[in-house]
């Protein structure tokens, strides 16, 4: 599966997600804030949100940047702020939906000329909204101290199925971007959903979420990603 491997995370508040193998670099309280939306501003690809349908808070969250300080994937958060959840108690009451917006870019040289970047694709997204999905969920019956090994066995699947998106796990949903339906990939789990799709503009979307129904979704481009930031929204 074409990966986004060599890319740094950088998170709004302050932590990276651990399965996803990424170096992490994170920073705290405002630094970590004002860096994200530097992030979100330097990207030289069009960012998506929940369209305008949706009218609950928004905010940023992790951007991705490669070695060369290209940004290469984002993710903006609806909702309630994710938190870590079992996957029997407690879901219901948390409603939230986070969109990652990822570059599309071919297999190229790295910035320091080391070695190479992979590709970026529509599997590329789906990996990402699936990890990032089981960073906020927790088995009910497992000891805290297995949750490492049980998040990199539950990662390792998500990779599988990402890299199989015509597979039995995925069915296809139609969805609006700009007012454009557009095909996505999508699964349920016990955890929540996540779909996958490509942009007329060539930017990959991934998304997942819980407690907020995937099927009435839209999304559109973000004219001004930093205002979430900034309170302006």
């Known amino acids: 599966m074409a990966t986004t491997s060599g890319v740094t995370e950088q998170d709004a508040e302050g932590a990276s997600p651990a399965q996803s193998g990424y170096r992490s670099r994170t920073a705290q309280g405002g630094t970590a804030a004002r860096r994200t939306a530097e992030g979100f501003k330097n990207a030289a690809f069009p960012w998506y949100a ?5 009218t609950g808070p928004r905010r940023l969250m992790q ?3 490669a070695a060369d300080g290209t940004v290469q994937h984002g993710a903006i958060g609806h ?3 994710p938190t870590i959840r079992s996957e029997t108690a407690g879901t219901e009451k948390e409603r939230f939906t986070i969109v990652v917006t990822v570059a599309a870019s071919p297999l190229r040289r790295s910035g320091d000329g080391t070695g190479v970047l992979d590709a970026t694709t529509v599997s590329s997204a789906a990996w990402l909204a699936g990890s990032g999905l089981l960073a906020h969920t927790w088995p009910e019956k497992l000891d805290h101290s297995l949750r490492d090994d ?3 066995q539950q990662t390792e699947t998500a990779f599988e199925l990402a ?12 969805l609006p971007v700009d007012g454009v339906p557009t095909e996505f990939h999508y699964r349920e789990s016990e955890f929540g959903w996540v779909l ?8 990959h979307i991934g998304a997942y979420g819980r407690g907020m129904s995937a099927y009435g979704l839209g999304f559109a481009v973000v004219s001004n990603p930093a205002a979430y930031a900034e309170g302006q929204v």
């Open 79 to 81: 909702g309630d702020e």
């Open 63 to 65: 951007v991705g940047v």
């Open 50 to 54: 929940l369209d305008e349908a949706f």
């Open 163 to 174: 890299d199989d998106l015509d597979g039995p796990a995925w069915s296809a949903l139609s």
């Open 196 to 203: 996958a799709g490509t942009t007329n503009s060539g930017v």
């Open 150 to 152: 049980w998040l990199e």
